[in-house]
């Protein structure tokens, strides 16, 4: 049974930081791509960012380019998103997905998702 499990959320003032982390079982976790997305209240799942297979490719929407950061550690099941400079707009439930192969940006082409981690960002 696939599970992934988000941890890492909570409440931070505007400026800070945040790391989340995405631990994956019952897959072969380098089988797979891995996305960050999120979902404020009354808005569509969005896209983060995703990272290859291996790690040595990452891609970040560019709301979020230059403030946060994806990243794998394929030795631990575990795929990381460290968030800087947050702004009370990124406020939102945070998902980490699972895609076999190659990584997207269409929240459609993955194939597992974890329950989701709360981040608040007060102004």
């Known amino acids: 049974q696939v599970q992934l499990v988000e941890s890492g959320g909570g409440l931070v003032q505007a400026g800070g930081s945040l790391r989340l982390s995405c631990a994956a079982s019952?897959?072969?976790?380098?089988?797979?791509?891995m996305g960050w997305f999120r979902q404020a209240p009354g808005k569509e799942r969005e896209f983060v960012a995703h990272?290859?297979?291996?790690?040595?490719?990452?891609y970040c929407a560019d709301s979020v380019k230059g403030r946060f950061t994806i990243s794998r550690d394929n030795a631990k099941n575990t795929v990381i998103l460290q968030m800087n400079v947050l702004k009370p707009e990124d406020t939102a439930v945070y998902y980490c997905?699972?895609?076999?192969?190659?990584?997207?940006?269409?929240?459609?082409?993955?194939?597992?998702w974890g329950q989701g981690t709360q981040v608040t960002v007060s102004s």
């Open positions: 997905a699972a895609r076999w192969s190659a990584p997207a940006t269409n929240f459609n082409d993955y194939n597992y």
């Open positions: 019952g897959v072969t976790f380098d089988n797979y791509a």
């Open positions: 990272i290859s297979r291996s790690g040595s490719r990452t």
